[in-house]
C-alpha cells in the first residue's frame, strides 16, 4: 500500500472524476459541442483554464497539457510527470479516456491505485 498523501488539487480533481458531474469527451481537452471533457481538460477546468479560449487545433496536440501556456501550468501544478498523463509502469491517462474507453471513475481508480506512477509529488507530510 502507498502512503502517497495526494495534494488538494490532486484530490480534487480525482474526487470530480469520480463525482458524475462531468461529461466525457474523447481526443480533445473540451469539446465546446457537448460540454465534455477529457480527463485532462477536466483538471484544466477545475483549475480556472478557459478551454474555450485554449486554440482548438489537431486533436491530438490538443490533447495534452502542453497545449498553451494556461495548460503546462495546470500540468505542474497537479506534478503530472508528462504532457500526456504518462505513468511510470501505467498507460498513460490520455490513452485510457481516448483509445481504452475508460470512464472517468476508472480513470480515477488507477490515480488512486498508482499515484506515485502518474504524480512526480504529492503534498508534504
Given at each position: 500500500?502507498?502512503?502517497?498523501?495526494?495534494?488538494?488539487?490532486?484530490?480534487?480533481?480525482?474526487?470530480?472524476?469520480?463525482?458524475?458531474?462531468?461529461?466525457?469527451?474523447?481526443?480533445?481537452?473540451?469539446?465546446?459541442?457537448?460540454?465534455?471533457?477529457?480527463?485532462?481538460?477536466l483538471a484544466c477546468k477545475l483549475n480556472g483554464?478557459?478551454?474555450?479560449?485554449?486554440?482548438?487545433?489537431?486533436?491530438?496536440?490538443?490533447?495534452?497539457?502542453?497545449?498553451?501556456?494556461?495548460?503546462?501550468?495546470?500540468?505542474?501544478?497537479?506534478?503530472?510527470?508528462?504532457?500526456?498523463?504518462?505513468?511510470?509502469?501505467?498507460?498513460?491517462?490520455?490513452?485510457?479516456?481516448d483509445y481504452d474507453g475508460a470512464s472517468f471513475p476508472t480513470i480515477a481508480a488507477?490515480?488512486?491505485?498508482?499515484?506515485?506512477?502518474?504524480?512526480?509529488?504529492?503534498?508534504?507530510?
Open positions: 500500500m502507498s502512503n502517497f498523501i495526494f495534494t488538494k488539487e490532486q484530490l480534487e480533481w480525482i474526487e470530480a472524476l469520480e463525482s458524475g458531474e462531468y461529461k466525457q469527451c474523447r481526443s480533445a481537452l473540451y469539446d465546446p459541442k457537448t460540454d465534455g471533457f477529457c480527463c485532462l481538460g483554464v478557459a478551454l474555450e479560449d485554449v486554440r482548438y487545433r489537431d486533436a491530438f496536440v490538443d490533447q495534452n497539457l502542453d497545449a498553451s501556456i494556461e495548460t503546462r501550468g495546470v500540468r505542474n501544478k497537479l506534478h503530472l510527470r508528462d504532457v500526456d498523463g504518462s505513468g511510470i509502469g501505467q498507460d498513460s491517462l490520455t490513452s485510457l479516456n488507477r490515480l488512486r491505485a498508482h499515484p506515485e506512477a502518474y504524480f512526480s509529488q504529492g503534498a508534504e507530510s
